[in-house]
């Protein structure tokens, strides 16, 4: 049976007292370490051959130091860094994954802890339930944000005009431009939407949130 070496990199010993009598109750992972700063954890690791680290946010009070430990051992071996914190805020979340985890558990969920670092040396971790929705919320606004930029402001402007009923003739009106430039701008906004009518472009532009 391989054994996963782990490094512990915590500030509160009664923490890492109570994770290293409940991992050590594993046969398959061992944990080798510990580290109270972001400079021994990154030491410690230069040094020591670590499969899996499991690294706390805040090392310093404070300071989310543990973001930049994660970093940097990120960037310099393919060690597998598992956050365990117990913060919970959407943007320190999607901070950790950025900077290399590969998992985000709170200490509350500790139970889960020997899965992930399984998981996580066999470079398939599912992504906690702690972090997913922080995640799901970050992918849809990554899309809408790409989905706005599918239009100009000009196509957006008259598929607005179009969704409240104005005609192509009413709309080169309101705007003072010629029906020429109004076609231009429908043909444009029915290509880049995969629309055949504008009517159908005004359904795909509500669905994609561009309205």
Not at 5 to 26: A, G
Not at 184 to 202: D, F, R
Request: charged content about 30%.
């Amino acid at each position: 049976m391989k054994t996963i070496k782990v490094l512990l990199v915590e500030d509160d010993p009664i923490w890492c007292s109570c994770l290293s009598d409940y991992i050590s109750k594993e046969q398959d992972i061992l944990l080798i370490g510990y580290a109270k700063t972001k400079e021994h954890a990154i030491e410690f690791v230069k040094t020591v051959n670590i499969d899996v680290v499991l690294m706390d946010i805040m090392l310093t009070e404070g300071c989310l130091d543990g973001l930049d430990a994660a970093l940097e051992i990120s960037t310099m071996k393919k060690t597998k860094i598992i956050m365990l914190t117990a913060i919970d805020e959407e943007e320190t979340i999607l901070d950790a994954f950025s900077a290399g985890a590969v998992n985000y558990i709170t200490k509350s969920n500790y139970k889960d802890i020997p899965a992930a670092i399984r998981l996580a040396y066999k470079n398939c971790s599912p992504v906690h339930t702690d972090a997913a929705h922080a995640l799901r919320q970050e992918l849809v606004r990554l899309k809408k944000e790409e989905n706005q930029k599918i239009l100009t402001s000009t196509e957006k402007q008259i598929l607005k005009l179009v969704c409240q009923g104005f005609t192509q003739s009413r709309i080169q009106s309101l705007l003072h431009i010629a029906e020429s430039t109004v076609k231009k701008h429908v043909n444009s906004y029915l290509k880049k939407l995969k629309a055949k009518s504008s009517k159908e472009a005004v359904e795909k532009a509500k669905k994609k949130g561009i309205l």
